[in-house]
């Protein structure tokens, strides 16, 4: 069974740019969560999308904005980029047991640098 | 105060050891938990879910207490290849994870 798929592995922009960070779930799973992971520090919680609608969103201003799709792929858009969104993204997804969602299974990650 | 809390570590222990990290929660109504292990510049990977009974897979052991609001994790035998960082994961409303920042572990020949 395929894990989860994140596009692209490596991305380097410059300050103002806008980025699209893509990621297919594992078959099944309906629930694809997005963290921010820079060099060193822990997973930072950014957004959540479950059968097609956004559910959470971490403390991340409005330019982190994603969307998920009927196949339950998502997209993760970062606008206006900054120096410090310089870091791994991580995408990660999960299957819903009736109203309980199950452990959490990540994709390889997408790594950013801002220059 | 936050979610979930872990020490940072780091570790450092000889090959062969058996160690241990506790990690705690703040919220008792949370309801599943479970231990990723990271490696450097990779993605977590899920390492066990921890249950109310406690369990066991090899050489790793995961135990809850909810009435002190930790879990534990015991590595015996310890080997070079489990050197990694160690992140805590708490399930609460059955929708929301929180995830402590991870214990780093060292293994020395």
């Known amino acids: 069974e395929a894990g989860v798929t994140q596009s692209p592995t490596h991305l380097i922009k410059t300050r103002g740019q806008q980025v699209t960070l893509r990621c297919s779930p594992i078959?099944?799973?309906?629930?694809v969560y997005w963290y921010q992971q820079a060099l060193g520090l822990g997973l930072q919680f950014l957004l959540w999308?479950?059968?097609?609608?956004?559910?959470n969103r971490g403390n991340f201003p409005p330019r982190f904005s994603g969307r998920q799709f009927p196949n339950y792929s998502s997209e993760l858009n970062v606008n206006a980029l900054e120096l410090e969104d310089s870091a791994l993204y991580l995408c990660?997804?999960?299957?819903?047991?009736?109203?309980?969602?199950?452990?959490?299974?990540f994709g390889p990650g997408t790594r950013l640098t801002v220059l | 105060r936050k979610e979930v809390e872990q020490d940072p570590g780091p570790f450092n222990v000889p090959e062969g050891a058996t160690v241990a990290f506790n990690c705690t929660y703040s919220?008792?109504?949370?309801?599943?938990f479970f231990w990723y292990r990271q490696d450097c510049r990779k993605e977590p990977k899920l390492l066990m879910s921890?249950?109310?009974s406690g369990n066991e897979d090899g050489r790793f052991t995961a135990q809850l207490n909810r009435a002190s609001q930790y879990i534990s994790l015991l590595i015996r035998d310890s080997k070079l290849s489990d050197s990694a960082t160690y992140l805590c994961?708490?399930?609460?409303?059955?929708?929301?994870?929180?995830f402590g920042s991870g214990t780093k572990l060292n293994v020395k020949p």
């Open positions: 990660a997804s999960s299957q819903r047991t009736g109203t309980e969602y199950n452990e959490q299974f």
């Open positions: 078959s099944g799973h309906t629930s």
């Open positions: 999308y479950d059968e097609g609608e956004e559910r």
């Open positions: 919220n008792s109504a949370s309801q599943s």
């Open positions: 921890v249950y109310s």
């Open positions: 994961v708490v399930n609460r409303n059955f929708n929301k994870f929180y």
